[in-house]
């Protein structure tokens, strides 16, 4: 988003949304919505690139990794994450 300069996104850039917002978004049409960190210090993040990776990129994914394991102890850290999965459960 700062790269963009706070501007609004165009075509295909990524769309940022606080954890409110995707709850306003999905709280429409699902009774249950849960919210789990996917990485952090940017998106996508991701352990399965690792061969693809520098060293720098390679210290970025442990970091990532470890919070992320914590998170799923220490729950509100999902909010400082900077990609989530959402669970949303349709009523019944």
């Known amino acids: 988003m700062t790269k963009r300069r706070f501007r609004e996104p165009r ?14 978004a999905f709280g429409a049409g699902f009774e249950q919505i849960r919210f789990e960190t996917d990485c952090f210090f940017g998106i996508g993040i991701q352990p399965g690139d690792w061969e ?13 990794e470890t919070l992320r394991r914590i998170s799923e102890t220490v729950t509100p850290m999902v909010r400082a994450a ?3 999965y959402i669970e949303a ?4």
């Open 11 to 24: 075509d295909f850039e990524v769309r940022y949304w606080s954890l409110p917002e995707l709850r306003a």
């Open 52 to 64: 693809l990776m520098s060293p720098l990129r390679k210290v970025i994914v442990v970091a990532s």
């Open 82 to 84: 900077d990609s989530v």
């Open 89 to 92: 459960v349709k009523p019944a």
